[in-house]
C-alpha cells in the first residue's frame, strides 16, 4: 500500500453532524449574518410609525360620536392596510432574504456548506433565524397600532387578537417564501418588492381566484375572523386561513431544500 493510501486510511472519517444539532450551528451563525444596526434602525422606525399613526387615528377628533363597531372597523382596517400590507411582507422580505443570500455572497455560505450535514437543517435555520427578527418588528406594530387606532372601545381586544395571529403568521409564511426567493435570485431584495407591489398589493383586488394565491388574502381572514369585522372581501375561515399559511410555509422550506442541493457555491 502506497504511503499516501496508508495515510487516508489512516484519516477518520469525519461524522454527521445531526439535524439538531446542525440547525443551532447554522442558526447562531446566520443570526449573526443578518442582525445589523441600519437594519433593526430602519424597520423598528418603520414599526413606531404604525403605533404612533395608530394612536392618532384612535385619538382623532372627528372620532367623538363614532360607534364602537366604527372603531373596531377602523382599527381592524388599519392593522391590514399598514400593518399586513406593508409591515409584515417588507420586514419579512429585508432579514429572509438575506438570510442565506448574504450568506452566499460574502462567503459565509461555503463554510456551512462543506460542514457534514444535510441541506434541510440550514434552510430551516435560515427561516428560524429570519423570524426570530422579524416576529417581533411586525407583530408588535401591527397588533399595538390597530389596537390603538380603535380609541380601546368596547370589542378592542378582538381586534388586537385578529392581528397579532395574522401578523404572526403571516410573518413566518412570508419569511418561509422569501428564504426560497433568496436562493432562486442574486437580487432577492428587488424581486420580493415588485411581488409584494404587483401581486400581494393587488391580487386580493383581482378577483376570488388571484386572491386564493395570495398570502396576504389568508392572513387578513384571520384577522377579519378573530376581529368579528367585514372588512369587505371573501373572507375564509380561521382553520383553513391557518393551514394555508403553514402549507406555504412548509412547502417553500421542502423547495428551498431542493435548490440548496443542487445550488453550485464558491
Known sequence: MSDAATAAASVPARRRVGAA???ALCYRVLIRQIVSAGRIAALGALGAIMIIVGWVVGNSSNRGNSSSAGMIFDGASYAD?????????????????????DARDDGTLVYLWLRPMGRAPLVAAAALASATVSLPLCVVPTMLGGWLATDFAAGSGRVA?????????GTVAYSCLFVLLGLLFRKAVLWGIAYILLWEGLAVGLGDFAERLSLRGYARSLLS???????????????TAVIVLVAVAAASLA????????????
Open 81 to 101: 392596510g399598514f400593518g399586513l400590507i406593508v409591515i409584515v411582507p417588507i420586514v419579512s422580505l429585508v432579514f429572509a432574504a438575506a438570510s442565506l443570500g
Open 21 to 23: 444539532r446542525a440547525t
Open 161 to 169: 387578537a385578529g392581528a397579532l395571529a395574522a401578523a404572526a403568521l
Open 225 to 239: 375572523q378573530i376581529a368579528d369585522v367585514d372588512l369587505g372581501f371573501t373572507s375564509y375561515g380561521v382553520v
Open 255 to 266: 423547495l428551498a431544500t431542493v435548490r440548496l442541493s443542487r445550488l453550485n457555491v464558491d
